[in-house]
């Protein structure tokens, strides 16, 4: 059984920190990763994603992957209570793009 | 910008009724997806369609059934309602090949 693990939360950080969200994923020949936000009450919206080993940078923030460790985090600078949601990180195994396992979600808090 | 609409956002239903989820995607993509969603379960795979008129069971596919009788148009099919099919439905559409996927603002099912 293939698996996405991330730890559930909340994460509660204060406004202006660094979050950093870790997601761990058990099949090897994985080959893209991705993180979604969602809001409560909303549907899931991609905001990075990354298909080889190393960081990859998008204003606040930047998508951390080590395929050696089977490890994806997401790092988000200068957190603003609007970056209050919970994020899923998901990882697809197959060329096609059409079988991705979602994690379960971490829920991140900012305090203003 | 990629837009999913969902037919419903609200959708009610008596046990044993037939229900029909429509998504319509405006980006030409060639994939497809139906999921649902439930506290502590995450996002799980019903059916995904790769092209038109193909469909492909994804992990929980008991009990629905989709349709893709044109490229834009995705439709998730639960023959008779069962109130343990009360959940949040969510439709995604994906570029052949890349795992992005975009989401639908769902469909909340109560089987009553």
């Known amino acids: 059984q293939k698996e996405v693990e991330q730890n559930s939360g909340p994460l509660s950080v204060p406004e202006g920190a660094i979050a950093s969200l870790n997601c761990t994923y058990s099949d090897r020949g994985s080959q893209s990763f991705f993180w979604y936000r969602q809001y409560s009450g909303k549907s899931p919206e991609l905001i990075m994603f990354i298909y080889s080993n190393g960081d990859k940078e998008d204003g606040r923030f930047t998508a951390q992957l080590n395929k050696a460790s089977q490890y994806v985090s997401l790092l988000i600078r200068d957190s603003q209570p609007s970056d209050s949601a919970t994020y899923l990180c998901a990882v697809n195994g197959d060329t096609g793009g059409f079988k991705t396992i979602f994690g379960a979600g971490t829920r991140l808090f900012v305090k203003a | 910008d990629v837009k999913v609409t969902q037919s419903s956002r609200y959708l009610v239903k008596r046990t044993g009724e037939k229900v029909f989820l429509e998504c319509v995607q405006d980006m030409d993509h060639e994939n497809m997806f139906w999921y649902r969603q439930d506290p502590g379960l995450g996002l799980r795979l019903i059916y995904f369609?790769?092209?038109?008129?193909?469909?492909e069971k994804g992990d929980i596919p008991e009990g629905y059934s989709v349709s893709r009788e044109k490229k834009e148009r995705f439709s998730l099919i639960l023959e008779s309602a069962s109130t343990n099919q009360t959940s949040m439905y969510l439709c995604?559409?994906?570029?052949?090949?890349?795992?992005?996927?975009?989401f639908g603002p769902g469909t909340r099912l109560t089987v009553l």
């Open positions: 369609s790769y092209d038109v008129k193909m469909k």
């Open positions: 995604a559409s994906s570029p052949s090949g890349t795992g992005q996927q975009f």
